[in-house]
């Protein structure tokens, strides 16, 4: 299938006709994605299972839009053309979208649910055949950019599902994105993350390699990070992670233990296509290490500690 994107900035859609749309999941990620939404003048109905922030998610953007709340994801489907989802793994989908208090259970014929979690590409086909079977429609869309992407409205979302589902998600969803791109059948957008985060495992080891040998050659690391980064070195990771590894700083976003996960779902991925990862699964078991040097919530840069 021949790609389909669209890298307009959100603001082009602010004067687009208004949706009716709900969000289920309102973590780090969701709670702002909901909140551009919002902005955008769509009408938002959110849930979260910890229903304390979703009432605070209201009261913060009651003036932004018609927005409300409900006590189950089925409630907060109810009527929606668009429903968004992101939650913690597969489970966490799965008891969302399934069952009677489940979001299928609550969406009108023809409406498109959107799936941001980063789960297996596995359930992503299960959700979008039940989807099917129900006369609704299905895109499993993981993002990247991570909580600074999401506060700032410029995710790059990777899509998996039919030509239909996407054109009707895309509009609305450019409200957080700066890309969002279909990619192929279902399953295809959850595959594109796994790429997206082997490339990052491997980068973030070399660049805690690197910065820690300069360390103890003792060179200026924050003077060479600005001379290499302007050559063949400069990545997104040097870029915005190299002097904070430097200062021993690891509180800005994206945490250890999701990315144990996501790196669990691509080493399991890989034993079933029979793809080698030598890097990735030695990376993994660095990352493993650092849980246990109790950095289970320190971002990703974190692997230099187990060097230092």
Same mark, same amino acid.
């Given at each position: 299938?021949?790609?389909?994107?669209?890298? #307009?900035?959100? %603001?082009?859609? +602010?004067?687009?006709?208004?949706?009716?749309?709900?969000?289920?999941?309102?973590?780090?990620?969701?709670?702002?994605?909901?909140?551009?939404?919002?902005?955008?003048?769509? /009408?938002?109905?959110?849930?979260?299972? *910890?229903?304390? %922030?979703?009432?605070?998610?209201?009261? +913060?953007?009651?003036?932004?839009?018609?927005?409300?709340?409900?006590?189950?994801?089925?409630?907060? !489907?109810?009527?929606?053309? $668009?429903?968004?989802?992101?939650?913690?793994?597969?489970?966490?989908?799965? /008891?969302?979208?399934?069952?009677?208090?489940?979001?299928?259970?609550?969406?009108?014929?023809?409406?498109?649910?959107?799936?941001?979690?980063?789960? &297996?590409?596995?359930?992503?086909?299960?959700?979008?055949?039940?989807?099917?079977?129900?006369?609704?429609?299905?895109?499993?869309?993981?993002?990247?950019?991570?909580?600074?992407?999401?506060?700032?409205?410029?995710?790059?979302?990777?899509?998996?599902?039919?030509?239909?589902?996407?054109?009707?998600?895309?509009?609305?969803?450019?409200?957080?994105?700066?890309?969002?791109?279909?990619?192929?059948?279902?399953?295809?957008?959850?595959?594109?993350?796994?790429?997206?985060?082997?490339? #990052? !495992?491997?980068?973030?080891?070399?660049? &805690? +390699?690197? #910065?820690?040998?300069?360390?103890?050659?003792?060179?200026?690391?924050?003077? $060479?990070?600005?001379? #290499?980064?302007?050559?063949?070195?400069?990545?997104?990771?040097?870029?915005?992670?190299?002097?904070?590894?430097?200062?021993?700083?690891?509180?800005?976003?994206?945490?250890?233990?999701?990315?144990?996960?996501?790196?669990?779902?691509?080493?399991?991925?890989? %034993?079933?296509?029979?793809?080698?990862?030598?890097?990735?699964?030695?990376?993994?078991?660095?990352? !493993?290490?650092?849980?246990?040097?109790?950095?289970?919530?320190?971002? *990703?840069?974190?692997?230099?500690?187990?060097?230092?």
């Amino acid at each position: 299938m021949t790609s389909t994107t669209s890298n #307009i900035n959100a %603001k082009t859609y +602010e004067a687009s006709a208004a949706r009716q749309v709900a969000f289920v999941g309102l973590g780090v990620m969701g709670y702002p994605m909901a909140g551009h939404l919002a902005r955008a003048g769509h /009408q938002v109905t959110v849930y979260n299972r *910890t229903a304390a %922030k979703s009432i605070a998610w209201c009261a +913060e953007f009651a003036g932004a839009s018609a927005s409300k709340h409900a006590l189950t994801p089925r409630l907060a !489907a109810h009527q929606a053309d $668009v429903v968004f989802c992101c939650v913690g793994n597969d489970d966490d989908l799965a /008891q969302v979208t399934l069952g009677a208090d489940g979001a299928f259970a609550g969406m009108q014929p023809g409406a498109v649910l959107v799936d941001h979690t980063t789960a &297996s590409a596995s359930v992503a086909r299960e959700l979008s055949t039940a989807a099917k079977n129900l006369g609704l429609r299905f895109v499993d869309a993981p993002v990247s950019g991570g909580q600074a992407g999401a506060q700032n409205g410029l995710l790059t979302v990777m899509c998996g599902g039919d030509q239909a589902a996407f054109d009707l998600a895309q509009p609305v969803a450019m409200a957080f994105s700066r890309a969002f791109t279909l990619l192929g059948e279902s399953g295809a957008g959850q595959l594109a993350k796994m790429v997206n985060q082997i490339c #990052i !495992a491997g980068l973030v080891q070399g660049l &805690s +390699e690197a #910065i820690a040998f300069g360390q103890q050659a003792g060179l200026d690391m924050n003077q $060479v990070l600005d001379v #290499i980064g302007k050559g063949a070195a400069q990545s997104w990771q040097l870029d915005n992670r190299g002097k904070t590894m430097v200062a021993n700083k690891f509180d800005f976003g994206f945490a250890v233990d999701w990315m144990r996960k996501d790196l669990g779902l691509v080493l399991d991925e890989a %034993k079933r296509n029979g793809a080698r990862l030598p890097v990735t699964a030695l990376v993994d078991q660095f990352y !493993a290490d650092v849980q246990h040097m109790g950095g289970q919530r320190w971002d *990703t840069s974190s692997l230099i500690k187990r060097l230092r």
